[in-house]
């Protein structure tokens, strides 16, 4: 047999491997150190009562001939589809169930997509940018074009008429850089790609942090999205849902290429290449959309937004460039005059025992920009924000 | 942008759907109906003990902040890939860690593994077989040819010098037919396989239904194999998980092509698009390589056995023609002569209400073929037996 050699084409990922290589030769040689780790984008709080019960319940129900459930549906559940559909409707998208797809966390998806566009599609993906989309098309051996996201543009790239793409990526709230896209901005992008036949696939996985009531968590709130949309969205940093595996892609029935419904296609895709997600799983994302499940994420939530604040404001103090915090868990910093985003990670690791992730591991316009998150707790946020002030404040 | 054409030759699939029109119809023109449903493939007893209690501790650990678990090492928790390799060892196959990638189910991970062969490879499929084989490498616009599976040969077709393949699916015990290859048999695959440079992709969802001492249950059991197979393997009818997804799929170190090891690739391709099970899940795979959980799932699967042994003792005393049973939870009988699989359907369905698969739905070898499945209750399956003996009994 013979091996797909667009594998050949990827860049090998040294990045979290090469920092926890080096966390680990501090650690040994320094044996008495009070590391804080702010670089790894999981987070840290357990999963809310709300959840928990309902996981709890659907296992007694598994446990039982007469409540136990085998394969799931194709696309999910109704009542998790329903619960869905209710949350969008709140921002007035009105879905249908048919264009809900529950699936296993919007990695998979955002990964799995490509399966169903030709090969010969030219892609855009901004620079820095979240690894997986630009690795998914190279396997696919799909030409890629960048999206420089700068600090002139506050690294929210738009859209430029010299340039044609077909399948074009967009992540708001931004991971790695906490930026977020406003109306205006996403209008412009469904223009761009309606004028252009283009779709766009918009991760929304991190929508849960937006706290501006201006700002769109969904693309679908923007005209004519639906004709030219596809969104992935996540448990996983909305519910804490990172090791239990949830979320859901929307494809409308609007969203249509030479006669034929996208929504048909990604449909025989998971139907083909997925049996369906956990039902105490399905039961436990259910549980995040009732009252008490939304009061008691939103808490989490609010816990972690307290973390980014406390950075936010260490960073306006010490007058260094920054993006993200506020409608994000992400801070993305410039570093000091000088320095490399490596050279800044081990003055870090070496000055104030902080631990972070160089900028340059997303992307060349990464280089000299600095990611922490909010995922620790508030004690170690502050302590790690008090080292740095001592290190950074002009 | 541009769809995948491939998708436009994909052979819509209406078996299942055709089915439950039709049961529906009778159901409706008959209100006072006892149908007796043997045609799907899925589980029905409950998840057991073992299982349930390691479900509910993982759950636990997830509402608590010191033993909360975030995403899952990529390729699974060492605990169950150690779980999983202690159970290799007992035939004999030793297993490196890193040759275990622990998934959410045998069908995402033999769908999903066309991604790291080239498109350009030839694809050996039998006919009769589980549809997902063929659709994967239509959508990846692969040219498959067919294996003639049929009354001559058992159902088990052998490879032949003079067609040439990259890439061989065989599944044992055999989804629909009930076959299983012995070790000469195989042998006689993996020595194809290594003498043509082809990979053996080995579905062994149906393991635990052998019960004959001297059939393989796993195609590493046979010398060279680790060569030129890869084993896909599911927790789904082995702990009746079809509603839980979990599963694993093994490649050795020992398959390389061109110098490359096509685990790498695997790794990687699991890395990008795929974030791990559940935790919850894998410390309840974790629970049925207990010596309390495999106790529970074998009670479980001899329940199973004891319908299949029902319906193999009926089709013995009708004289009729059939593979499986035996040493798997599936029936593939011959209809009555000048009836086709759907003929056959709709006059068991009316003159015995009872409803199976007919065996064309799995390919053009299927045609007057029936498939009918032990996973009902012991007291359905004897009904069901006694109505067909009524009706076929020579």
Not at 95 to 104: C, N, P, Q, R
Not at 289 to 300: I, P, R
Request: charged residues 25%.
């Amino acid at each position: 047999m013979k091996l797909n050699q667009n594998y050949a084409n990827l860049q090998e990922s040294y990045l979290f491997l090469t920092i926890a290589k080096k966390v680990a030769a501090y650690t040994e040689a320094h044996p008495d150190n009070h590391i804080i780790r702010m670089g790894i984008g999981d987070v840290t709080q357990p999963l809310v009562p709300a959840v928990i019960e309902a996981m709890h319940k659907a296992t007694d129900e598994m446990a039982h001939k007469e409540t136990f459930h085998g394969y799931s549906p194709d696309q999910g559940y109704d009542f998790l589809r329903e619960a869905i559909q209710g949350y969008y409707a709140k921002r007035g998208v009105a879905l249908k169930l048919s264009e809900i797809f529950v699936g296993d966390g919007a990695k998979s998806d955002v990964g799995n997509i490509v399966d169903i566009f030709a090969d010969d599609n030219t892609v855009l993906i901004p620079d820095p940018v979240y690894p997986v989309y630009v690795d998914t098309n190279v396997m696919s051996g799909r030409k890629v074009i960048y999206l420089d996201a700068n600090e002139q543009n506050g690294f929210l790239g738009m859209p430029d008429e010299n340039v044609k793409a077909d399948i074009i990526y967009l992540c708001s709230p931004n991971n790695p850089t906490g930026a977020v896209y406003n109306r205006a901005q996403l209008k412009a992008w469904v223009d761009y790609a309606l004028k252009n036949n283009a779709v766009i696939l918009f991760d929304a996985a991190y929508e849960s942090f937006i706290t501006h009531d201006d700002l769109p968590h969904s693309i679908f709130e923007i005209e004519g999205a639906k004709k030219c949309a596809i969104e992935f969205c996540s448990f996983s940093k909305t519910a804490g849902f990172t090791g239990v595996r949830c979320g859901y892609t929307v494809i409308c029935d609007e969203l249509v290429s030479d006669g034929t419904k996208v929504n048909t296609l990604w449909a025989r895709r998971q139907a083909t290449k997925f049996n369906g997600v956990n039902y105490i799983t399905q039961r436990a994302a259910e549980a995040v959309f009732t009252d008490e499940g939304q009061q008691q994420v939103k808490d989490v939530i609010n816990y972690y937004r307290a973390n980014a604040k406390v950075m936010v404001d260490a960073f306006k103090e010490m007058g260094v460039w920054f993006t993200g915090g506020e409608n994000s868990p992400y801070i993305w910093h410039k570093v000091p005059d000088g320095m490399t985003s490596w050279e800044f990670f081990d003055y870090l690791l070496n000055e104030a025992e902080v631990v972070g992730t160089p900028g340059s591991g997303f992307g060349k316009n990464g280089e000299g920009f600095f990611r922490l998150t909010a995922f620790g707790t508030l004690e170690k946020t502050q302590e790690a924000m008090e080292r740095l002030k001592k290190l950074l404040k002009k």
